[in-house]
């Protein structure tokens, strides 16, 4: 079964640390994957996506990293901000019809 | 702004009614997609168009319809209303079906429905 498994569910750090959320998957096959980021009350927003021939993508502060062998991905985030806190949401997309699976995603509150 | 636009931004109403919420697309995307979030839940899909036709249908009530239109907005129908309904309903858009690595979402604000 298609799924796609974030951790940690919720997540508070202090304004200008780094964090880490991690993305695990079990989809074949695989076509790409994309991390969202979600304002509450919001659309998500694409902030990278990553084929199975990526490694790293960067978009600012923010990192993803794919480990296509071990099927998990991270999005990690430097110096973070107040404007960060969201839920981050980890997409794959599968098949040959590229059926996107979404994540359950990780609420990120970022304190002064 | 994402180009992609919802109306109405929010509905009050009953349960046992029907309402209608619409979407229309970034100019020139031909793909539409329709989700469903609940109070502090993942974004569950519902239904994608592609150029007025069905191409994917996930976690749709019979309850729920939705079509796209030779102009390609499209109109996501509620029907049989039910507390449960409550939700956050997000269209989003994208040029393609899906497919490719660089194709993306584009969500829109969303339409918030309470049914009381």
């Known amino acids: 079964k298609n799924q796609v498994e974030q951790s940690p569910q919720s997540l508070i750090i202090l304004e200008g640390k780094n964090c880490t959320l991690q993305c695990n998957y079990t989809v074949s096959p695989f076509s790409n994957l994309r991390w969202y980021k979600q304002d509450t009350g919001r659309g998500p927003v694409s902030l990278t996506i990553m084929t199975f021939s990526e490694n790293t993508k960067s978009n600012g502060r923010y990192t993803a990293t794919l480990d296509a062998d071990t099927k998990q991905s991270s999005l990690h985030i430097t110096a973070s901000q107040l404007s960060d806190s969201a839920s981050y949401i980890c997409?794959?997309?599968?098949?040959?019809?590229?059926?996107?699976?979404w994540g359950a995603g990780t609420k990120l509150i970022i304190k002064p | 702004d994402s180009g992609v636009t919802q109306t109405p931004k929010h509905l009050i109403t009953a349960t046992g009614q029907r309402v209608t919420l619409r979407c229309s697309p970034r100019s020139g995307d031909l793909s539409v997609y329709w989700y469903q979030q609940s109070l502090d839940q993942g974004l569950q899909f519902l239904i994608q168009y592609y150029n007025g036709e069905e191409r994917a249908k996930g976690n749709i009530l019979e309850r729920f319809s939705a079509q796209q239109f030779p102009d390609l907005h499209s109109e996501l129908n509620l029907s049989s209303l039910e507390l449960g309904d409550s939700a956050l309903y997000f269209c989003a858009s994208s040029v393609k079906l899906g497919r490719g690595g660089d194709n993306e979402q584009f969500f829109g604000p969303g339409t918030r429905l309470t049914v009381l």
């Open positions: 997409v794959v997309s599968a098949g040959s019809n590229y059926q996107l699976i």
